[in-house]
């Protein structure tokens, strides 16, 4: 039984590593529909009506029980998301892949100081401590040789991203008890969508005839399809059973595989300042999620056991 246990929980870690692989696949997606003609709006607009219709279709049942109050909270957080996608796009225009993924993952250390606001749930020494680790790392992130240390205008927008981000988060923290993750999920992604779509007929629409259709296709249809829409499928199943902080661990991985797939595909060169602030960025996260204490508890006592 023991045995059938560890493979399940094996299975489950593998499929979040899946999800942290196709995420990292995403940012090097985002920077071809952008190289293709796509403006971000125009982006964004493709990935959440590919993922809305496919939730709509999964989650039928669930969606046509919504209440008006859930519909309001879901477009809440689904102008978050709009913000923060927005931001984050922007910034990949100015910015590399590798540096839009690890500063995008900085906002899993914004996570406790936006709580202690919303929540009153103050932040620990450790939590403190593995912020300023986070932001050193993004200090190195964007030193260049010859230049010093300059955050661009698309490092800026990622930041900001990272903290529209950790505010959703938060958000979802007060509302996860007032609708199915489904639901939740399908209103957010029609919002962005509906928000993304009237932008574009307001700011963009003498633009669509630049887009080079047939090579921004396969971008969007992965960021809609793997990206946005069967990750979130994976993400829910496999977090019903996997602790919280397992599951953030892995899922974090997903800036270094954003990292490594965009110095593959030849958008970006590899560099010290990459792999030294990644790697500060990333044990930030790492640091951040477990709770050493508990690990040293639970040695105590298997060494006990073993005596």
């Not at 709509?56 to 477009?75: L, P, S």
């Not at 996860?176 to 992604?189: E, H, T, Y």
């Not at 080079?212 to 960021?223: D, H, Q």
């Amino acid at each position: 039984m023991n045995q059938e246990k560890k493979r399940s929980t094996l299975l489950l870690d593998l499929l979040l590593l899946l999800v942290a692989i196709i995420w990292g696949g995403g940012f090097p997606a985002v920077q071809m529909s952008l190289k293709a003609g796509l403006t971000p709006l125009m982006s964004m607009f493709g990935r959440f009506s590919i993922a809305t219709l496919i939730m709509g279709a999964a989650f039928y049942g669930d969606i046509k029980k919504a209440t008006v109050e859930q519909v309001k909270y879901g477009m809440r957080a689904g102008f978050l998301v709009f913000l923060a996608f927005l931001t984050q796009t922007m910034g990949m225009k100015y910015t590399t892949p590798s540096n839009n993924a690890f500063l995008t993952a900085t906002c899993v250390v914004m996570v406790p100081f936006i709580s202690w606001y919303m929540l009153k749930m103050r932040p620990s020494g450790k939590h403190i401590a593995m912020t300023m680790l986070s932001f050193a790392g993004a200090i190195v992130l964007a030193y260049s040789p010859g230049m010093g240390i300059a955050l661009n205008i698309g490092d800026i927008l990622t930041l900001i991203c990272a903290f529209l981000y950790a505010l959703h988060v938060s958000y979802l923290g007060l509302i996860s008890d007032k609708m199915p993750p489904s639901l939740s999920a399908f209103i957010q992604f029609a919002t962005a969508a509906t928000l993304s779509g009237f932008s574009i007929l307001f700011l963009e629409s003498d633009m669509v005839q630049t887009i080079n259709f047939m090579s921004a296709l396969m971008p969007v249809l992965y960021l809609g399809v793997f990206s946005t829409a069967l990750c979130f499928f994976i993400q829910i199943y496999a977090q019903q059973k996997v602790a919280p902080t397992a599951a953030v661990i892995i899922l974090s991985t997903e800036s270094v595989f954003g990292s490594l797939f965009s110095v593959m595909l030849g958008l970006e060169p590899m560099r010290a300042s990459l792999i030294i602030g990644g790697g500060m960025i990333l044990s930030s996260i790492v640091c951040m999620e477990i709770n050493f204490a508990n690990l040293r508890l639970n040695k105590s006592e298997a060494e006990k056991e073993k005596v």
